[in-house]
């Protein structure tokens, strides 16, 4: 079982930048797809980016292409997803998911571990 351990959450203004760290620890996750997911109150959970086991592939939900980048580093066991030109319709819990498989998917239900959330709030 894979421990998650997610960071770099907070307030920020519209149009800035936040940069999310997720920590594994436990079973190396380098053999599995990685991705973020994210819940606003009232909302299903989201899977806002995802990453291949090699990191050659990756997905981006329409909302966020073009302004999110998802990354990993398996040396330190970490997956990042850079998170430019925010707006306020990005606040949301973001969690970070090991997943069952090797390639990117998209459904809650494909990943197996996930992190306790960090909170991301974007003011107008």
């Known amino acids: 079982q894979v421990q998650l351990v997610e960071s770099g959450g907070g307030l920020v203004q519209a149009g800035g930048s936040l940069r999310l760290s997720c920590a594994a620890s436990?079973?190396?996750?380098?053999?599995?797809?990685m991705g973020w997911f994210r819940q606003a109150p009232g909302k299903e959970r989201e899977c806002v980016a995802g990453i291949s086991w090699r990191g050659d592939s990756t997905y981006y939900a329409d909302s966020v292409k073009g302004r999110f980048t998802i990354s990993r580093d398996d040396d330190e066991n970490t997956v990042y997803l850079q998170m430019n030109s925010l707006k306020p319709e990005d606040t949301a819990l973001y969690y970070c998911?090991?997943?069952?498989?090797?390639?990117?998917?998209?459904?809650?239900?494909?990943?197996?571990?996930w992190g306790q959330g960090t909170q991301v709030t974007v003011s107008s």
């Open positions: 998911a090991a997943g069952r498989f090797q390639w990117v998917r998209t459904a809650v239900r494909d990943y197996r571990s």
């Open positions: 436990g079973r190396t996750f380098s053999s599995n797809a």
